[in-house]
């Protein structure tokens, strides 16, 4: 996972229990190149899943952060406060 030099934006991908469908993602992706923010608050196996990915694609910087479904939840909601 190398970081490119200049990070423009980071798109990132909710995936809650996504271990079969996480792939097909990455495929519709095709050559991007920069980093990509997966945000695993499932309890299957998207984050292994996702590693394998990562590993496979040398150009592309994945950061898998890896969340219970409560947790998410609750880091979530500070944000959307008023």
């Not at 798109?11 to 980093?35: C, H, L, Q, S, T």
């Not at 196996?45 to 990562?54: A, F, G, L, Y």
Request: charged share 30%; with cysteine; glycine share 8%.
């Amino acid at each position: 996972m190398n970081a490119p030099p200049d990070i423009r934006y980071s798109p990132v991908i909710p995936a809650y229990n996504e271990e079969e469908r996480i792939r097909r993602v990455f495929d519709r992706i095709g050559d991007f190149e920069g980093e990509l923010i997966v945000v695993c608050d499932g309890d299957d196996r998207t984050p292994e899943v996702v590693d394998q990915i990562s590993a496979s694609r040398p150009g592309l910087n994945i950061r898998c952060l890896r969340f219970g479904h409560r947790m998410a939840e609750y880091r979530g909601l500070p944000g959307t406060a008023v």
